[in-house]
């Protein structure tokens, strides 16, 4: 194993720990809270599933990479917190996707309709 390689391990599993601790935490919690910790929850999953860390062979992070996030006590946090202050929004996405998949059921009504024109 490659110097990299060990080192995005040790980030994915400092990363994964951190995960695993908050979920243990968030199952002491009342429902109430636990609903307030979703987005939390989910966003923190998607940030360590972004780096797709071993897959297929794949070391997403450079040495100076990994060893910054291994100078981090919670490097999972320290993203997250980084990702809601990022300009983008997540709905603006949403919104993207909305649209096309909106043209794309204008388009196939438009078809349908054409056909069964062509039918009559």
């Not at 990299?4 to 994915?12: A, H, R, T």
């Not at 599933?49 to 996030?69: H, I, R």
């Not at 990702?83 to 949403?94: K, P, Q, R």
């Amino acid at each position: 194993m490659t110097k990299n390689e060990i080192l995005n391990q040790k980030v994915w599993q400092k990363m994964q720990a951190e995960l695993d601790s908050f979920i243990s935490e968030l199952k002491t919690k009342p429902p109430d809270e636990l609903i307030k910790s979703a987005y939390e929850l989910i966003y923190k999953q998607d940030i360590l599933q972004s780096f797709d860390f071993d897959v297929d062979g794949n070391y997403p992070l450079t040495d100076e990479q990994a060893k910054s996030l291994l100078s981090i006590k919670y490097p999972l946090d320290y993203l997250y917190q980084e990702w809601l202050d990022y300009d983008d929004s997540v709905l603006d996405t949403l919104r993207q996707s909305n649209d096309f998949a909106i043209d794309k059921q204008i388009e196939r009504l438009k078809s349908r309709a054409e056909k069964e024109r062509e039918v009559r």
